[in-house]
């Protein structure tokens, strides 16, 4: 008999492979060019290659995994801990663990080479400075046996007095520290007041540091940014990767985790609750602050995230008719959640809009304020599940659209988040239809002469989402791919950057220095026939939900397009519009909104009437369901071309040379189609 085999997969880069028994993990990750740190060279001193087992049931991968797969702690892992710090619970240093059988392997963010580049960045704006937690310091009175009265009353009275404060009450947990805090400062206490209502913290004299959280958290990235409560100033901003990827790389992945294993639902309650207190504290310790001053968090996140994080199994969420368990907004102590800030500290969510359509979304509206514009406006944020609004200050209707993580660069044969090393700016001749391009982490160009020696220690890795987009659109101006997405065969005669492959052909982006002769050597990166399928299923599916909600307010044009969230933020507009992921408008009326979502989360920490507006306003917003809407596969067909079969995109041909149009062979079987 051979050797045994054990299958191991990693995550969240996905590589997979079979290995010997009692292969070292990092031999393994290694071999699966999986990016894992080592600085040692596996001796077990440096600590970087620290990777996690994930226990559990995998159907998808055919795995039962289990720490006792693993090989047991070695001494050099014990040394380690005594030596440095020990490792923390679950983790394992790869490269002195050995596989004994199948496993899951994930490698944490702070074990890769090329740590996630987490661009969601507050945007600035205006607000009205209006919080609903504040600071009132006061003398509270000396208990007197003539007015037999507690100190709790004389705490009230002096509010009053004081501060005009009325008809409040007071957090339970508080009591027990009233009277130690009145003595330790002669009887001045400052206390935080939550909606002119309830006392929820205490200090022992003069206290002036009150901070509030805004978090938005999303499928792939949780981002926060700590605001001063005083000044509404951002102090603070820290992200992360979401640490339920590992339980599925989309939002319906994790609830078909949930549905085959009803442990799920408390695993990434937990997953997403602990990685808000890891937040919090990285916040707290950018400004040298307490944790005990965050006394507020405002947040929001897309319906399956803001059920998990409320500890609501989501499941009726994975099919018709995508029941919300609450759709309202949520206000309770944020201890009830397990969340790690002051005691009496509250967690605000923002509402719901519907089953696909979340408190995210909300914020975006918050923020951006379609319902105060004369202008058609179309909000959209682009993820794995695209959110979209429109309308102006006479109605607003919104929906969802299920286009998939392509756009982030899963499923394609390159793709990946964005990180150092990734290509995000794509240029291509259409003479000779040779590439340049940018990675992120250099603003050079790949044509230009410092360019190598200035990527030289992070390389080129893969693409993006962002130049996805960039790559397939210029492909189609060049005249490498048609309008219904064939790459053009003929072209090989032409030059050598389109290649056969299996039935298809492929467009050679990037070949490595080293190995020129052969482009489709591992190291190349190719945008393949694959590729192109799935960016036109993912944004014909965007498209299909805009038409749908353009027909419901019977209009031909949309005025103002804003583009939100993390990728909205990167990507150019302009080939977002050769695409057809967006319809046609005047170019420079489409633009970036930025975090929308999380700049409104801020607006709802920083200004609490905003908070009863958005409660009433999506209370009125008109929800479609695409699923249930005749013409939505109509509209999906015409939208798989670029950009559009039917839709004459006037407004961008007026400023962008329209390719034309030939015949070209759609594979190699030497069929041929029409070029429109």
Request: charged letters at 25%; glycine letters at 8%; aromatic letters at 4%.
């Amino acid at each position: 008999m051979g050797e045994k085999q054990v299958k191991v997969v990693f995550t969240p880069s996905g590589r997979r492979g079979s290995f010997p028994e009692k292969t070292p993990l990092l031999d393994a990750a290694r071999s699966l060019g999986v990016d894992i740190d080592s600085v040692c060279g596996g001796r077990g001193l440096c600590g970087r290659c620290q990777i996690i087992c994930a226990e559990g049931e995998f159907p998808k991968h055919q795995i039962s995994s289990k720490k006792e797969h693993l090989s047991p702690i070695s001494d050099t892992e014990r040394n380690y801990s005594q030596r440095k710090k020990s490792l923390a619970e679950g983790r394992r240093l790869s490269c002195h663990t050995l596989l004994l059988d199948d496993c899951v392997i994930d490698v944490p963010p702070g074990s890769q080479v090329h740590r996630q580049v987490v661009r969601k960045e507050a945007e600035y704006r205006d607000i009205e400075l209006d919080t609903s937690t504040r600071l009132y310091c006061v003398d509270v009175p000396e208990p007197d046996m003539e007015i037999p009265k507690g100190d709790l009353q004389h705490l009230f009275d002096a509010l009053e007095d004081s501060w005009g404060l009325v008809d409040l009450t007071c957090d339970i947990n508080l009591l027990n520290d009233l009277q130690p805090l009145l003595k330790a400062n002669s009887r001045t206490l400052t206390v935080a007041v939550h909606r002119n209502r309830t006392i929820i913290a205490l200090w022992s004299g003069f206290h002036d540091i009150a901070y509030g959280v805004a978090v938005d958290v999303g499928s792939t990235t949780v981002a926060a940014h700590m605001c001063d409560l005083s000044s509404g100033e951002i102090l603070a901003s820290s992200s992360l990767m979401n640490p339920q990827i590992r339980f599925g790389e989309d939002l319906m992945s994790r609830v078909s985790y949930v549905m085959m294993h009803p442990e799920g639902a408390k695993e990434m309650t937990s997953a997403i609750r602990e990685a808000l207190n890891t937040l919090f504290d990285g916040v707290v310790k950018q400004v040298n602050g307490s944790i005990s001053d965050i006394l507020e968090i405002t947040l929001v996140a897309n319906p399956i995230m803001h059920h998990l994080l409320l500890g609501i199994d989501p499941v009726e969420l994975g099919g018709a008719p995508f029941a919300l368990t609450i759709a309202s907004a949520v206000e309770v102590p944020a201890r009830e959640l397990d969340l790690r800030i002051n005691n009496g500290g509250r967690l605000y969510v923002l509402p719901c809009i519907a089953g696909h359509v979340g408190a995210d979304t909300a914020g975006v509206i918050l923020s951006e304020e379609p319902h105060q514009q004369d202008a058609m406006t179309l909000l959209v944020d682009v993820g794995t599940n695209a959110e979209i609004v429109l309308g102006d200050k006479n109605r607003l209707l919104a929906c969802s659209s299920p286009t998939g993580p392509a756009f982030e660069g899963a499923q394609i044969s390159s793709g990946q988040r964005a990180a150092a090393g990734a290509i995000e700016r794509v240029r291509i001749n259409p003479e000779t239809l040779e590439p340049r391009f940018k990675v992120i982490g250099s603003d050079l160009w790949s044509n230009q002469s410092d360019f190598q020696e200035e990527i030289i220690k992070f390389g080129i890795t893969g693409i993006c989402g962002s130049g996805i987009i960039e790559v397939v659109a210029e492909m189609y101006l060049a005249g490498v791919i048609t309008v219904d997405g064939i790459i053009d065969g003929s072209l090989i005669n032409k030059t050598a950057r389109v290649v056969e492959d299996g039935r298809t052909f492929s467009y050679v982006l990037h070949v490595d220095e080293n190995e020129t002769n052969n482009l489709q050597s591992q190291s190349s990166i190719l945008i393949t026939q694959n590729d192109i399928r799935q960016i036109q299923l993912a944004k014909a599916a965007l498209y299909a939900g805009v038409k749908l909600l353009m027909d419901k307010l019977a209009i031909e044009k949309i005025d103002r397009i804003r583009l939100a969230g993390a990728f909205g933020s990167h990507i150019s507009v302009r080939h977002a519009m050769i695409l057809g992921l967006i319809p046609d408008c005047v170019l420079d009326q489409v633009s970036s909104a930025g975090n929308a979502a999380g700049t409104g989360a801020r607006i709802a920490l920083l200004n609490q009437h905003s908070r009863g507006m958005i409660e009433k306003l999506v209370m009125e917003i008109e929800k479609i369901e695409t699923a249930l809407e005749p013409r939505f596969q109509e509209y999906f067909v015409d939208a798989m071309a670029f950009p559009n079969k039917t839709d004459t995109f006037a407004n961008l041909f007026s400023v962008v040379k329209r390719p034309l149009e030939k015949k070209v062979l759609s594979a190699k079987s030497g069929r041929k189609r029409r070029r429109k």
